[in-house]
């Protein structure tokens, strides 16, 4: 019997997860008007569950159980986890995060302009947030990252270009996205939109990070601010209407 090759492990890693999330939203999309689909606890469960998958794929791909540690079909610094190390000196880690406050200022600039001109054009009762609590933001945070970073360092890795598989890893989230119902109505929402529209923007901006830096961290260090900030203007507007 002939073993895969590690090239079609990974892709299996990939696409695998692409499949599991586009036929995870369809069936949370027919069950949403069922009475187990309404209930508080349903709805808790199913965070609970995104949660874990974003964080569990990577973690098994990297060489979690039953592998044993970081022997599996990719390694942590094509995710971006790295430490402080001879390959990451201490002025390796000033400059990513050098690069990282540039581009989180001029993200933010750009975002806040575009925020601005949106609720011009939406009007005041368009453009805002439902209310949720900043922990669960910040607790938010890690698991998207982790599920972007994964497939760009995969792809990167498959592709043999750190710039195509950037990219790439940043379309498939896109077409998970595009491909959930529920992410689709959204955008039609007045109290949705504007975390659609903040989560495509991270995406975005933390995908071109990594591309300059190679650092999962400092992804994460900006994907917070940037995030707490724009909630915190959702809500103002909330409040204002």
């Known amino acids: 019997m002939i073993a895969p090759s590690p090239s079609s492990r990974l892709w299996f ?4 997860p692409v499949l599991a999330s586009v036929l995870g939203s369809q069936v949370l999309w ?3 008007n ?13 965070e609970v569950g ?19 540690p970081f022997q599996g079909v990719l390694s942590p610094e094509e995710m971006g986890l790295v430490g402080l190390n001879a390959r990451w000196p201490v002025t390796r880690w000033l400059e990513a995060a ?24 939406a009007g005041p009762s368009q453009m805002r947030f439902s209310p949720r609590p900043w922990w669960a933001l910040l607790v938010d945070g890690p698991a ?22 950037v990219f790439l890893g940043l379309a498939l989230v896109y077409l998970e996205w595009g491909l959930n119902p529920r992410w ?3 955008w039609r929402s007045p109290h949705e939109a504007g975390g659609r529209w903040l989560r495509a ?13 190679r650092n999962l961290w400092v992804c994460l260090a900006l994907h917070w601010p940037l995030e707490q900030l724009f909630w915190h203007l959702g809500r103002v507007r909330a409040a204002e209407v």
């Open 144 to 165: 998207l990252q982790a599920h972007w970073a994964f497939y760009r360092g995969a792809l990167s890795l498959l592709l043999g270009n750190i710039s195509w598989g």
């Open 50 to 68: 995104r949660f874990l998958f974003f964080l569990g794929v990577p973690y098994l791909a990297l060489g979690g159980w039953p592998l044993p």
């Open 13 to 16: 890693w990939v696409l695998g």
């Open 201 to 213: 923007a991270l995406a975005l901006v933390t995908a071109l990070v990594f591309l300059l830096t």
């Open 98 to 121: 050098g690069t990282g406050v540039g581009v989180g200022l001029i993200a933010g600039l750009i975002l806040a302009l575009a925020w601005t001109n949106a609720c011009r054009w």
């Open 34 to 46: 069922t009475p187990p689909g309404r209930s508080t606890f349903s709805r808790g469960l199913v």
């Open 184 to 186: 689709r109505q959204g």
């Open 30 to 32: 027919w069950l949403r």
